[in-house]
């Protein structure tokens, strides 16, 4: 992941160079089909200036419905009087910019696609929790390797980084309480995202 936001940021600031208009039309959106589909073709102002506007739809509407002949004309006008200047050596970089993005979005497709495919297998009550997925319950797993490591649940709960410690001197008792995480990335923001995860699945 980070690996594809350093992408992200190398590619806008390339775009910033060539076609500085684009993002903004783009709705500062360069992760939508929309923008890879014109990207990998077109890369800059000069070069979507010159291609037509039925091929510059046809390229751009592959594997999506939310790009319409009317927005491709705006594009083409758009390019015509952009402040980019064009550079063959930039216009690569763009193109292999999203190439390198979409092997990765493959690879940790091909990744996740695994490791649901093991979770199925595995079987693991963990699953069975509301809002619970089988990547973040691979995650969970994968840090907490034995549940037997832990004789007890709440040292499961102070592992994650879960419970609550009030931090009180003397007299003075602190006006907010915090979850202190023992020693595990991520894990504690994981769970505490359960509750929005929730909130997303249809009541019955």
């Given at each position: 992941m980070k690996s594809k936001t350093k992408l992200?940021?190398?590619l806008t600031a390339a775009l910033?160079?060539?076609f500085p208009e684009l993002k903004p039309f783009l709705k500062k959106n360069l992760k939508t089909n929309i923008a890879h589909n014109l990207l990998k073709n077109y890369s800059t102002a000069s070069e979507i200036?010159?291609?037509r506007v039925d091929k510059l739809y046809n390229v751009i509407s592959h594997n999506t419905r939310q790009f319409s002949k009317a927005r491709a004309e705006s594009l083409k006008k758009l390019?015509?009087?952009s402040f980019g200047f064009h550079s063959d050596s930039l216009s690569k970089r763009i193109?292999?910019?999203i190439n390198q993005i979409e092997l990765i979005e493959s690879q940790i497709d091909d990744a996740n696609h695994l490791i649901v495919k093991h979770m199925e297998l595995l079987d693991t009550p963990i699953i069975q929790i509301p809002g619970m997925?089988?990547?973040q319950a691979a995650y969970i797993l994968s840090?907490?390797?034995n549940i037997q490591r832990f004789d007890s649940p709440c040292k499961v709960v102070a592992f994650a980084g879960i419970d609550p410690k009030i931090r009180q001197s003397g007299q003075f008792t602190a006006s907010k309480i915090e979850c202190l995480s023992v020693a595990v990335n991520?894990?504690?923001t994981l769970l505490f995202g359960l509750p929005t995860m929730l909130e997303k699945i249809p009541r019955l």
């Open positions: 992200y940021i190398q910033d160079r060539v200036e010159k291609v390019a015509q009087s193109k292999n910019f997925g089988y990547i840090i907490i390797q991520f894990l504690d």
